[in-house]
């Protein structure tokens, strides 16, 4: 009796800690291999969803691409010349998408039309604590928490199988 108790005890433990797990979630920092020849529309589509915070660093090859942020006529036309910004030294860029909306970067040295163009849409931040409904990151999140759960509970049910 007493050591059932003791392993029920043990079963509300190990539920609260699973359940104050806090459901981080930190910046994510992409790297993005900058080349010709590169569709970065697919590459935008298969890396997603982007978040506020995230960090893009961008590889080029020294003196054959530079990495050009422009607005969205700028993108459509791989067209440089109003670009917000513009970096081409070393060997790597990174940049904070520290806004929520689309950026839009280009390479100014004639790899543009080919695909050498990014437009980025940077989604606001989860909340901390998700709602059911919210989107997918947080969505996985949630499901890896409840995945926790279920796996400490098993696992003290097992020890208390042996218990009994
Ligand atoms: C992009 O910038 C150019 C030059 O400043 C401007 O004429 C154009 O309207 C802008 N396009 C958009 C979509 O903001
Ligand atoms: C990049 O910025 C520099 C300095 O602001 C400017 O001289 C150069 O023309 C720009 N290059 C492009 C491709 O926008
Ligand atoms: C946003 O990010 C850019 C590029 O990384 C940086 O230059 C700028 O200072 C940042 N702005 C804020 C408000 O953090
Ligand atoms: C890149 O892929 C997108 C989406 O599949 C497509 O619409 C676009 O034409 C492609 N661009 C190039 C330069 O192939």
């Not at 806090?22 to 910046?27: D, G, I, K, L, Q």
Request: glycine content about 6%; proline content about 6%; charged content about 15%.
């Amino acid at each position: 009796m007493v050591r059932r108790r003791a392993a029920w005890a043990a079963l509300l433990v190990a539920l609260a800690a699973c359940a104050a797990l806090p459901a981080t979630t930190t910046a994510n920092k992409i790297s993005i291999n900058w080349a010709p020849n590169t569709n970065y529309t697919v590459w935008e589509q298969t890396h997603g969803p982007f978040y506020k915070g995230d960090w893009l660093v961008f590889y080029y090859t020294t003196g054959q691409a530079d990495v050009v942020e422009v607005n969205e006529s700028g993108y459509n036309r791989c067209d440089a010349s109003n670009a917000i910004y513009n970096y081409s030294k070393g060997r790597s860029f990174a940049f904070e998408l520290n806004q929520t909306k689309t950026y839009y970067f280009i390479c100014s040295f004639g790899y543009c039309p080919g695909g050498m163009r990014l437009a980025i849409k940077s989604q606001k931040l989860p909340p901390p604590s998700p709602p059911p409904s919210a989107h997918d990151r947080s969505a996985a999140l949630a499901r890896s928490h409840a995945g926790l759960v279920l796996y400490a509970a098993a696992a003290v049910l097992a020890a208390l199988l042996r218990m009994l």
